[in-house]
């Protein structure tokens, strides 16, 4: 007889939270926004007042450690990244100073990962000759 395991919660977790990352880097980039500004927006923008950087520290450690992130910042990243599929966003669009330079446009990043992939695999190739 074959038993259905039930999933691990703690993996569901470590999922969940990159899943959240994923998310959230792509929000960020869109806002040109380091991750722990887009927290302080996230806060301002669901609690209606600007948190101090105390308040924000063990949220967002656990965010990079891996942990999920918290629903008012997983809620302005869905929105950011829904938004974005029917109109320009950037970060005019919430009212915010850009603090990062503009995302490499897509041909220029689909270049960047062609030649990196060719490095790699020049390295790999040599790797290889040599162990024979």
């Known amino acids: 007889m074959v038993m259905a395991m039930a ?3 703690s993996s569901d977790l470590r999922a969940l939270g990159r899943a959240d990352a994923a998310l959230i880097f792509g929000a960020c980039r869109l806002l040109r926004l380091p991750e722990f500004r887009f927290f302080q927006l996230a806060h301002e923008r669901w609690f209606g007042r600007r948190a101090e950087d105390r308040e924000l520290e063990p949220a967002f450690v656990r965010f990079l450690y ?3 992130a918290p629903l008012w910042v ?4 869905r ?3 829904g ?6 966003i950037g970060p005019e669009t919430y009212g915010v100073e850009p603090i990062l330079p503009p995302p490499i446009p897509d041909h220029r990043q689909r270049l ?3 030649f990196l992939a060719l ?3 020049v390295c790999f190739v040599t790797v290889t000759l040599i162990a024979l």
Request: hydrophobic residues 40%; negative net charge.
């Open 66 to 68: 891996g942990a999920p």
């Open 79 to 81: 929105e950011v990244m």
């Open 112 to 114: 960047a990962d062609l």
């Open 74 to 77: 997983r809620h302005l990243a």
């Open 119 to 121: 490095v790699y695999g």
């Open 83 to 88: 938004r974005a599929r029917f109109e320009p």
């Open 7 to 9: 999933s691990d919660p």
